[in-house]
Each structure stands twice: as C-alpha cells, then as structure tokens.
C-alpha cells in the first residue's frame, strides 16, 4: 500500500487532506510544515508528497529543493504542489520548478484522487 505524506501548514487544509486519504484507505503521513516535512521524506521515503507551497520558514520551493537533493531514494520521489495560486503562470513555475503535478485549493476530492491515481498508478 502506498504512503502519501501531507505537507501542509494550515490545520484545515491538512486535516481535509487527511480526510481524503482516510476516507479511500490512503496510507499517510502529515508534517505541519516545510522543515519537519523534509525530514520526514527523507526518513521515511513516502510514495508521494502531497507539499503546500506558502509555508512560513521553509516554504514549498525551498522543501521540494532539499528533498531531491536527498540521498537513499530520497530525490525520486514525486512531489504534488499544492496552492491556491492558480494561475497558468503559477502552475508552469511550479512545474519548471521540478513539481511532478499541482493540485489547486479549495480541494476537490476527484482532483486529489486524480492526481494520485495518475502518479502512483
């Protein structure tokens, strides 16, 4: 079964994501931001990062950049941008940035399942 973590600072929005997750049998893991995010991923090597982008301190660039600078399997691993920034322009920054897809608040439960399925398979 795959592991999803969650990297979000906002409890809501964390707390919806863990919802979806639960809901559907998702293994997860959550990070209340960037930095503990980090270390989480690199610890424990989830099948996929689910990562906001406005974090205070450690933000969602800074995290996806220490993140594929991992070692151990560690910079492989694909991470899902996560924003209320929807803009085309936002998302191709995203995407240039080395995000492997975007989901946009507010969520949409098919979105996230989506975005899932078609990265994990």
């Keep these: 079964m ?12 964390r707390e919806l994501l863990e919802s979806i997750l639960d809901f559907n049998g998702i293994a997860r ?5 960037g930095a503990l995010g980090v270390r989480l991923a690199l610890s424990e090597l989830p099948d996929l990062v689910l990562m906001d982008i406005q974090m205070p301190e450690v933000d969602g660039y800074e995290a996806l950049s220490r993140i594929r600078q991992g070692s151990g399997g560690a910079a492989d691993i694909p991470v899902v941008a996560v924003t209320g920034n929807a803009t085309s322009g936002d998302r191709e920054k995203m995407l240039n940035h080395g995000f492997n897809d975007v989901i946009t608040k507010p969520y949409m439960v ?3 399942l989506s975005v899932i399925k078609r990265i994990l398979g």
């Design 110 to 112: 098919e979105d996230v």
């Design 29 to 33: 893991l959550s990070a209340d931001g």
């Design 2 to 13: 795959p592991t999803i973590l969650i990297v979000e600072d906002n409890q809501m929005n």
